[in-house]
């Protein structure tokens, strides 16, 4: 089945496009239009006029609870959450039951995904064995197997030593690093953001230092064995400066930014509400603004959800008790659009549309991010003017742990196309 797409506004920021013009699908791929003519039948239409017309959305930063926690998640509930938001790529994190530590778990993960998911589902494989920061997962095995990426994501390698060695096995296979970064001794059993509201509320405090600590030390790593380590979910003002002068040097380090930790602010937490406990959690407003800046200045390039879903129950518990994390997937797109564009005016759009394509393909290697012809044909149309409110009880995902629920979005997407199939409609 071909498509086309007609009178779209196409910004493909991998070829530094912008521009209206029709784009092209034909079996599954993109193709230059001058192949409409030797085509033996006409092409569907799909009308995208005032639409963004954007290479399918990619979120790197997704945890699909399968397997092992059904309950919470399925791999293709997670895809349709996925397709609702606007993404046609999403990667998935090992922090499930088993862990994926081993070949076989992620060749579970892959055919599950190629069963049900229609999204393109990429997963990551641990670092260490069970995430226990002790062993080594077989990185080479992994990567044999298909993984894009390396992380204990949910926890944090504390042994500077075994990060160091995981590094170099990754640089020997060619996979990135990305690193939850989280020093257990600083943290211990914090719970919310270390300052004022912490103290007043006599909550356990996470201190910014116990993420800015491991970024640090991933910065002397990524240097030390000039391999790429990707910080994920950054939420500390002195990580963004962190990250900015050891780029400044030439160190392979990147970080990646999720909604929460712009829209909201660690006072958030007053009503004891756990839809508001995410790790790492809410921080003040200069580490906002310090965020903002990085996004602005491109410390920071690529953006994701953290999307974390958890039950009713598990949720509803006592704030020290509950398990970290919300959900995302749905809300990502209209709260970066509403922040980043429509409010601060932080970044244009087509940079924003770069830190959810182009950055996030060219860091994991993979062949998606832009409307190249032949590249396949994953789009993702967009309404970014489009007024709309969130209702959390209509969500795709099994889990409705969401502190977004009723909030007015400006900006949404519309369509989102895998492959050159429609696999959501608004
Ligand atoms: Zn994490």
Known sequence: MNT??????????????????????????????????????????????????????????????????????????????????????????????????????????????????????????????????????????????????????????????????????????????????????????????EGYWSTLLGLPGWPSAGEEAIVMRNALLAELCDHHIHCQHISAAGSVRILREAQARGVRISGEVCPHHLALTDDRIQNFDTNFKMNPPLRTREDVTALLEGIADGTIGILCSDHAPHAGFEKEVEFDTAPFGITGLETELGLFLDLLVHQNKTVALARLLEMFTVNPARLLQIDAGTLSPGR?????????ELEWTFDASRSQSISRNTPFDGWKLKGRAVRTIVAGRTVWKL
């Open 4 to 193: 086309i797409i007609r009178n779209g506004r196409i910004i493909d920021p991998a070829n530094q496009r912008d521009e209206v013009a029709d784009l092209l699908i034909v079996d599954g791929r993109f193709a230059p239009l001058s192949q409409l003519s030797t085509l033996k039948s006409q092409p569907d239409e799909i009308n995208a006029s005032n639409l963004i017309v954007s290479p399918g959305l990619i979120d790197l930063h997704v945890h699909l609870r399968e397997p092992g926690f059904g309950w919470k998640e399925t791999i293709e509930s997670g895809a349709r959450a996925a397709a609702a938001g606007g993404f046609t790529t999403i990667v998935c994190m090992p922090n499930t039951s088993p862990v994926a530590d081993s070949p076989s778990t992620i060749a579970w993960i892959k055919d599950r995904a190629t069963e049900v998911a229609c999204v393109n589902v990429l997963p990551t494989g641990a670092i260490s064995k069970g995430l226990m920061g002790e062993e080594l997962a077989p990185i080479g095995s992994l990567a044999q197997a298909g993984v894009v990426a390396i992380t204990d994501d949910g926890r944090c390698v504390q042994s500077n030593e075994l990060m160091r060695r995981a590094v170099e096995y990754a640089r020997m296979v060619g996979l990135p690093v990305f690193d939850h970064c989280q020093d257990y001794d600083l943290v211990g059993k914090g719970v919310v953001h």
């Open 376 to 384: 396949p044909a994953d789009v993702t149309l967009i309404d970014s």
